[in-house]
């Protein structure tokens, strides 16, 4: 099992990296505007005008194949927050178990996952309300998988065959994933979309002895590096910003501009 040194760790790793891809446009930008600053004091920053965004998917990608293969189950749902510049909070969980049934060697596992991270999107967006997006994104996984007794036999033509059991125990693998896809709004808040998931497992020695053959949320379990794909459908609840609305408030009412005389007449008292 993970330590919790390991855990922390971990979380800090992602918490830098997400912060590094934070600061990165912050810092280019400031190359851009070393000559403008010489003639302005100040720069006014542009207020975010997208609004905010939460915006709840469900895979039906798994489903489907839960169906077709038989011995395994994996269900998830997902969330994204909007924070700004194209950046997004994301929250992933799920279940799933599988069904080893093997003439040597039969178990079963179930677990439940949870990942976070952020998404960056891509592509320019063409006016505040478009949030059609293609995007990348990182996260740290985690999940909480329970196999059972172990049955297995060991077949041996010279010493014979040897039968037994292994108890059941308890994993906690650790993964980061690496993330890209698209999402389409088909009507308003309705949106569908898929990505694409390159997953690396941190601690897979910590059962390496009988490694889970899947883990729901992760894939193979005696894999350390494994590609996954999701398929959503989305809806999105969508609400404006306090301070852009009170922004348009304060606005002041456009006013009569002066105008010059003609050049060689007098004006008029």
């Not at 749902?77 to 080893?100: C, K, M, P, Q, R």
């Not at 309705?190 to 053959?213: D, E, T, V, Y």
């Amino acid at each position: 099992m993970i330590s919790v040194k390991n855990m922390c760790r971990y979380i800090y790793i992602l918490v830098f990296s997400a912060l590094m891809l934070l600061d990165m446009p912050g810092a280019f930008a400031q190359a851009d505007t070393a000559t403008a600053d010489t003639t302005s004091d100040h720069k006014v920053k542009k207020p975010d005008r997208a609004g905010h965004q939460l915006c709840i998917s469900v895979d039906y990608f798994h489903p489907v194949m839960n169906a077709l293969l038989g011995d395994r189950q994996s269900y998830e749902i997902g969330a994204d927050y909007y924070l700004h510049n194209e950046y997004y909070l994301a929250a992933e969980g799920g279940f799933g178990s599988a069904t080893v049934g093997y003439s040597d060697l039969s178990y079963n596992t179930n677990n439940s996952f949870f990942r976070f991270g952020f998404n960056k999107s891509v592509l320019t967006r063409t006016r505040p309300g478009d949030w059609d997006m293609m995007f990348i994104g990182l996260r740290l996984g985690a999940a909480n998988v329970n196999r059972g007794f172990a049955h297995y036999t060991i077949v041996d033509s010279l010493w014979g065959n040897d039968t037994g059991s292994r108890q059941g125990t308890s994993f906690v693998p650790v993964w980061m994933e690496l993330t890209g896809g698209v999402r389409v709004e088909l009507v308003k808040g309705l949106s569908a979309g898929w990505n694409i998931r390159g997953k690396f497992m941190l601690n897979g020695k910590s059962f390496s002895a009988l490694s889970p053959l899947y883990i729901a949320g992760y894939g193979r379990g005696d894999k350390n590096t494994v590609f996954d794909f999701n398929a959503y459908i989305s809806y999105s609840i969508r609400w404006r910003r306090k301070s852009l609305e009170a922004l348009e408030k304060k606005a002041p009412a456009d006013t009569a501009k002066p105008t010059l005389a003609p050049a060689g007449k007098k004006e008029n008292k």
